[in-house]
């Protein structure tokens, strides 16, 4: 995974690597990723699992007797019986063949930018399409962005609103002027099962082996104090600050871990059910969770909130999605940039 996290220095401008899952992957014998071919010939596992093996390639077999197998899956031949050149959308149709359900009718998983009928000369995954990670994409050679959130600056990336505004066309001419596909995986990547955000974070963390298919949300674990589960969590995630309510010394056992923003009704409704002794989450609404949770607290209830950044809570997401871009197009590079936290505190 060497080529798989950059993150950008802010000073001078340059880049450094910061692979916060390869420690994670590197001691697992096989990496849970999509691919429901392989499991439904192995018959078991979740639907759209897959195993990735050390050396990376896929572990196939019968009756759990696993072997690895290198190369592609699935490769692409053109009428002739050679290979096709891959299209963006060749790639896309890859990836949603692991969802359930995939294409849906109504999504945000939709191309924001350029043609994707052409030819993918390399790929890269990102939280936000910034400009930085757009010329980081061209400094890399590679055409086609795979971003998790909008990158128009609203959720439907709708643009008429901003008319004429110097911002949206210098990053409109940028990403015209050099071929870039911008397609933004959301929905997708959030309906696989499991879930392919929570479970890069799940590994970023080294919480993996604590994950329950039948109750993905809730993650048990021997008991850690809250100030040493935010000190992992900044270490591992990369992250030099966070946000939280309640007592740095309480022993937390039960974890609600809820990446993104899912909204106050979701939060609260994840915290009625499941009673945690802390809550994670990337982002909120501060007339919502946290004011539920500062009274749920002065009434005696020990319960505690930790808000990540919505960035911080959602990328290693992106990060988990380059070992199976691998394995399934293992000729194409696949890099994926960080966008970053744009906050500085004062």
């Known amino acids: 995974m060497s080529e798989q996290y950059f993150d950008q220095k802010r000073a001078g401008g ?6 916060f899952l390869s420690a994670a992957l590197a001691s697992a014998a096989a990496v849970t990723l999509p691919g429901a071919s392989v499991l439904a010939a192995l018959g078991k596992g979740e639907s759209g699992g897959m ?26 031949e053109g009428s002739e019986g050679g290979r096709a050149e891959l299209t963006i959308r060749d790639v896309i149709d890859k990836l949603q063949a692991d969802v359930p359900g995939a294409p849906f009718p109504q999504t945000v998983d939709t191309i ?5 009928g052409q030819p993918v000369k390399g790929i890269v995954t ?16 590679a055409n086609f962005i795979i971003a998790h959130e909008p990158t128009f600056y609203n959720h439907l990336d709708e643009t008429d609103w901003l008319g004429n505004d110097p911002v949206l066309k210098f990053k409109k001419d940028l990403l015209d002027s050099h071929g870039i596909v911008v397609w933004r995986f959301h929905d997708g990547l959030h309906q696989h ?10 590994y970023a963390l080294g919480w993996h082996k604590y994950y329950a298919a039948d ?20 270490a591992k995630l990369g992250i030099t600050k966070l946000k939280y309510i309640g007592d740095p010394a309480q022993l937390c056992r039960r974890v609600v871990l809820s990446p ?9 409704g994840q915290l009625q059910k499941y009673e945690p002794d802390v809550f994670i989450c990337g982002e909120l609404n501060e007339w919502e969770t946290s004011e539920y949770i500062r009274d749920a607290r002065h009434q005696g209830r020990k319960v505690n909130l930790i808000v990540l950044g919505h960035s911080a809570s959602e990328e290693a997401g992106l990060q988990w999605l380059i070992p199976v871009l691998k394995s399934k197009i293992p000729d194409i590079k696949a890099t994926h940039v960080p966008s970053g936290d744009p906050f500085a505190w004062a």
């Open 260 to 268: 993104g923003a899912a909204g106050g009704r979701s939060q609260i």
């Open 215 to 234: 109750n993905p949300s809730l993650v048990e674990m021997p008991p850690i104090s809250l100030r040493a589960m935010m000190t992992n969590m900044k």
């Open 126 to 141: 990102t939280m936000f399409a910034t400009d930085v990670v757009i010329e980081k994409t061209i400094s890399l050679g």
């Open 193 to 202: 099962r499991p879930d392919g955000v929570r479970m890069g974070v799940m």
């Open 51 to 76: 195993l990735l093996g050390r050396n990376g390639g896929i572990l196939t077999g019968n009756d759990g007797a696993l072997r690895e197998e290198r190369g592609s899956v699935g490769e692409r």
């Open 112 to 116: 924001k930018a350029g043609d994707w």
């Open 14 to 19: 340059g880049w450094k690597r910061r692979n």
